[in-house]
């Protein structure tokens, strides 16, 4: 499980810096204008970067792949290596499909079509299923066969992504009209922007593969205590093994929440964002700015909570069985938790990024991303010591609070007046209300009996999310109202 999550990581981090993360961010706010302007135009723009990316992408898979090879022939009889070099070449193809997948949905956003986009991911998931329970087993005992069968699974998973988009773009109205010479300049334009893009959007995914790298070197596979050979001194293993895939089903989780809430706030607010910067209303600007970060810390604030909260049962319901042993939910769950107590941080970031973007900047964002990466890199190196993998989540949970904070100072500076009263008043109320959320959840499952099976798995997950949910919107309709009414002002302004 460790090497086939350390080889999924590398394609995916391709598919966040040139998909649906720094391409869609650069590639939106001109195709908007192109389709104002002449959609006829605005077609030929799509028909030409689907093409170019496709032949960009195709290149740097071939040079990857050769180098995976040298990788594997000069170190290929080093098991660990030799599976996750293997594992990394099967879906390395994954980059581009799902890049172009990526690019059709960005269109489609554009065009105010987000349904079939935003269903499209579960395409991957249907065929990772399908693999997992109807062909994998063909192939056990022998596990390593089997993750390579997952791994097939998710490159053709990126096809099928691609496909399942392309009726919708057709019905759009959308004609494959490839004339280079009239969307070159709107091209270059995308281009220019896209670089300092990569580093803005990616933080995040960044410093989460950074903690992969480090729990698979820094990890041991003896049973106790291993001297680390290939560093001075006596220094031990600070972490066993298992710790890469202790970070996967982490991050899986809260990327849940993520999507739902940051991802989804951010997607639909950069359009809007993006017209106010082209007639110039930094007023109007500013406002929804305002507006989005005061939703996604109403909504990230009580997730983040509740993570941590029932980061434990989750685990239990969801893993717990078969090889997945207790000790494994502990050290689960604890990556869990601590990657959940920044889920506020990273759905804000979504929205300030694309903030900055809306207006034209992307130096800032890089700037701030280039130290905030450095920085979880020197708290990584410091907290895996003490914690382990789990300091590799504080780390990253840490410099996301850090990275949100630097970002909305810098822009209320430099950019558009941020409505900070209304901002810090948001966040007050939605502590108070969470903090009573919590007791009440953790209350509730203090009472609840500790073993029962799968069905006493299920009450101690859903009671206390049921609860909690109660008191939270109970406590906001209090003395909260502002916030609950956002809803409706998010829904006008769009």
């Not at 969801?318 to 000790?327: H, I, K, S, W, Y």
Request: net charge positive; aromatic share 10%; with cysteine.
């Amino acid at each position: 499980m460790d090497a086939f999550v350390l080889a999924f990581r590398i394609p995916n981090l391709f598919r966040r810096l040139f998909g649906e993360g720094a391409l869609a961010a650069s590639y939106l706010p001109v195709l908007t204008g192109e389709l104002q302007r002449d959609r006829r135009a605005a077609w030929q723009l799509v028909s030409v970067g689907l093409v170019w990316l496709a032949v960009i992408l195709g290149l740097l898979v071939v040079v990857l792949e050769l180098g995976l090879a040298a990788i594997w022939l000069a170190w290929g009889d080093v098991p660990r290596v030799r599976l996750v070099t293997t594992l990394t070449a099967v879906m390395m193809p994954y980059v581009i499909f799902i890049c172009l997948a990526a690019q059709v949905s960005a269109t489609l956003h554009a065009l105010g079509r987000f349904g079939v986009a935003a269903l499209s991911p579960a395409v991957l998931n249907i065929v990772w299923l399908l693999a997992v329970w109807g062909i994998a087993p063909f192939f056990a005992p022998n596990q390593q066969a089997q993750a390579h069968v997952l791994a097939l699974a998710v490159t053709i998973g990126g096809v099928l992504q691609l496909l399942a988009q392309w009726p919708d773009l057709v019905a759009a109205g959308f004609r494959f009209d490839y004339a280079w010479a009239n969307a070159r300049d709107a091209l270059v334009r995308i281009l220019r922007a896209m670089g300092p893009m990569v580093l803005g959007l990616t933080i995040t995914q960044i410093n989460t593969l950074l903690d992969s790298l480090i729990a698979w070197g820094f990890s041991s596979g003896a049973a106790g205590p291993e001297q680390i050979a290939w560093l001075p001194g006596q220094l031990h293993y600070p972490m066993q093994q298992g710790a890469v895939a202790a970070i996967y089903f982490g991050e899986r989780l809260y990327q849940f929440p993520l999507g739902l809430l940051g991802l989804a706030v951010a997607t639909a607010i950069f359009p809007l964002l993006s017209r106010h910067a082209a007639r110039g209303d930094r007023r109007r600007f500013g406002e929804d700015l305002t507006l989005g970060c005061r939703l996604v810390l109403f909504l990230g604030l009580p997730a983040s909570a509740g993570l941590v909260l029932l980061a434990g049962p989750i685990t239990q319901l969801l893993f717990e069985r078969g090889e997945f042993t207790a000790d494994d939910s502990v050290r689960a769950a604890t990556m869990i938790a601590v990657y959940g107590s920044g889920v506020w941080a990273y759905c804000a970031l979504h929205v300030l990024v694309r903030g900055y973007y809306a207006l034209g900047d992307r130096i800032t964002p890089m700037k701030i991303g280039a130290a905030i990466v450095v920085l979880n890199f020197a708290l990584n190196m410091l907290l895996v010591w003490p914690f382990a993998e789990a300091g590799l989540a504080l780390a990253t949970a840490l410099t996301a609070g850090l990275q949100v904070l630097l970002l909305m100072t810098v822009f209320s500076r430099r950019q558009s007046h941020l409505g900070w009263r209304p901002l810090i008043a948001t966040a007050l109320r939605t502590s108070l209300a969470t903090f009573l959320m919590t007791a009440a959840g953790w209350a509730t499952l203090a009472w609840l009996p500790t073993a029962g099976g799968l069905t006493a798995e299920f009450v101690r997950v859903l009671l206390p999310l049921g609860v909690c949910t109660l008191v939270y919107f109970a406590a906001i309709a209090v003395f909260a109202r502002n916030e609950f009414r956002m809803l409706y002002a998010v829904d006008k302004s769009s």
